[in-house]
């Protein structure tokens, strides 16, 4: 099974959020990066952004917290 890098969804199916599947998609990733980094360095989330960077923010606080209780991904499958 195939799954999206972006928004974790398998088989060519996306979250409404997801980057690869929005109109303007450089815009879009930049709006995903940059919740990804806040979350990824502890920030509070901002609530007046899109859902793009919200869908960026949840998965950066997953890779802090992970990589806060020793997560490597170096060995993930």
Known sequence: MKRCHLCDWLDGHHDKA???IATDK?????D???GWDD???GRVMRPSESATYR???I????ALEEAQNGHDP???D
């Open 32 to 34: 995903q990066r940059r």
């Open 74 to 76: 170096r060995f993930d």
């Open 26 to 30: 450089p815009r879009a990733l930049a």
């Open 59 to 62: 998965r950066g606080t997953s």
């Open 55 to 57: 869908l960026g923010w």
């Open 39 to 41: 979350g990824r360095a």
């Open 18 to 20: 997801c980057p690869e």
